[in-house]
């Protein structure tokens, strides 16, 4: 499942309701969800939307003159209490070859909670800030954002903790046989012997983090003289030219199938993912097998470093040398330098594989770490299709079940790795059974799971 703190910071903004209210999904970035930091979007992207990054600057450190700040209106304290118990009798068994069987009882709890409040800046009380002009020279990140077409957004509010909180999650399986849990509580007993596991996670978050947040797109026109804040719904980028021509962002191109065809994300299914996806592949096999191997062998370590993943992504976009330490730099000066790739530009597939990644978890990109080196992309890969394919279109939860001739190549750890890979897409596994619901939430990072997986594999592939 999720990260405990993503798990409560989800769970909250469900309950909170409130339009474009989002959660903060890692601790660590909390700090940089703060009022007026701004945050950065890809707006190029083939199939899976990209999350929002922290630049770690704040709207007033680019603009030329600061006005007055403006004031923010504060509500609360208001309290979040969530205490999830969860108590499983089990005696099944996943046969076709995976070595699973268990009988006896799943408990899982967890429990939160949290006294916040709401710092908010009403929209009235940005009127200051708006045609506002940016220093001279512009920051080298607005510069690069400029080059690349990122949108920027501003955090204009957020939710955060009145008080330090403990966040614990616990869980426990008493069984006997032989047993194999959820990816995180993998449990082997031998014959009819008892076995036990309880696994308890305590996680402190200090005073004024924050939980959730709201932005506005920050809109640049005619070179910087003029800034504005706007809704997000208006679909504008940020960077506009002196012409002040909007550029409408509610169609996604994709390019390997008809550059002059535009499908409308409502109108896209699985049909197309597989397309592009497949297209995507095709790329990569051109690059000769060595270069396809440093691709593969140097970014297995980048995925214990999201910040190198992104660094990588940068410099291709950019397509310069740039500067990069460790494995980022071995894969950028092998797809930037080798001779051979003069004639074509390898960095495409490349890029597509980043992108996917960064929907991922960090959870997820670890365990992906291990199924490159147990060598399962390609039977995760088909798993991954058989969920996709028959539920894509459906915007309803919905009971399905795991094919076992799937499961079956994929032996006991191989399906430990892979229901965890599922669960941190938000699909419900059952410990130690094939069945599962579909969760419409589940799609965008089941098909970054899925492009991920093909790319890797095609990567693999001698």
């Not at 990054?53 to 704040?58: D, I, N, R, T």
């Not at 939980?211 to 003289?225: C, E, F, P, S, T």
């Amino acid at each position: 499942m999720p990260s405990i703190f993503e798990h409560v910071t989800k769970k909250m903004v469900k309950k909170l309701g409130g339009k474009d209210l989002r959660p903060v999904k890692s601790l660590l970035d909390a700090t940089h969800f703060r009022q007026f930091s701004i945050l950065r979007k890809k707006s190029r992207f083939w199939i899976w939307e990209q999350p929002e990054l922290p630049v770690e600057y704040s709207l007033m450190d680019i603009l030329a003159s600061v006005p007055a700040v403006p004031e923010a209106v504060v509500t609360g304290p208001f309290l979040f209490s969530d205490t999830v118990i969860q108590k499983q009798k089990a005696d099944v068994g996943v046969n076709a070859g995976v070595d699973v069987s268990m009988s006896g009882e799943v408990t899982q709890m967890h429990r939160s909670t949290l006294e916040m409040r709401k710092v908010t800046i009403p929209s009235p009380n940005l009127e200051g800030l708006q045609n506002s002009k940016l220093l001279d020279p512009e920051p080298s990140f607005l510069k690069y954002c400029r080059e690349t077409g990122d949108n920027l957004y501003v955090v204009t509010e957020v939710v955060e903790l009145t008080n330090t909180i403990e966040l614990l999650d616990n869980s426990s399986v008493n069984a006997s046989g032989k047993v194999s849990g959820s990816w995180n509580t993998l449990i082997k007993g031998e014959g009819g012997a008892q076995s036990l596991k309880a696994r308890e996670t305590t996680l402190t978050i200090p005073q004024g983090t924050v939980m959730a947040y709201k932005r506005k797109q920050l809109v640049i026109k005619d070179n910087g003289v003029n800034i504005l804040l706007i809704s997000t719904d208006a679909k504008q980028k940020t960077f506009q030219d002196e012409s002040g021509i909007v550029h409408l962002s509610s169609l996604m191109t994709v390019p390997s199938l008809d550059p002059k065809q535009a499908i409308s994300r409502d109108d896209f299914d699985f049909k197309n993912l597989q397309q592009e996806v497949f297209w995507k592949t095709k790329e990569l096999a051109r690059l000769p097998k060595d270069v396809r191997g440093v691709v593969f062998c140097n970014i297995l370590p980048m995925l214990r470093d999201r910040g190198a993943l992104q660094d990588l992504m940068d410099m291709l976009e950019l397509e310069s040398l740039g500067h990069l330490d460790g494995p980022g730099s071995v894969i950028l000066n092998q797809l930037l330098q080798d001779p051979r790739l003069q004639w074509d530009k390898p960095q495409g597939g490349i890029l597509c594989l980043l992108q996917a990644m960064m929907v991922l978890s960090d959870t997820q990109l670890h365990l992906l770490a291990q199924s490159m080196e147990k060598g399962i992309l390609l039977q995760q890969r088909e798993l991954v299709r058989s969920i996709l394919e028959p539920n894509f279109r459906y915007p309803w939860s919905i009971p399905f079940t795991l094919p076992p001739e799937l499961l079956a190549p994929l032996q006991a750890e191989g399906v430990a790795i892979t229901y965890g890979l599922l669960e941190e897409c938000g699909l419900k596994m059952e410990p130690d059974s094939p069945r599962s619901t579909w969760d419409l939430e589940a799609k965008m990072p089941l098909s970054a799971l899925y492009g991920t997986l093909s790319l890797l594999q095609q990567l693999a592939e001698p």
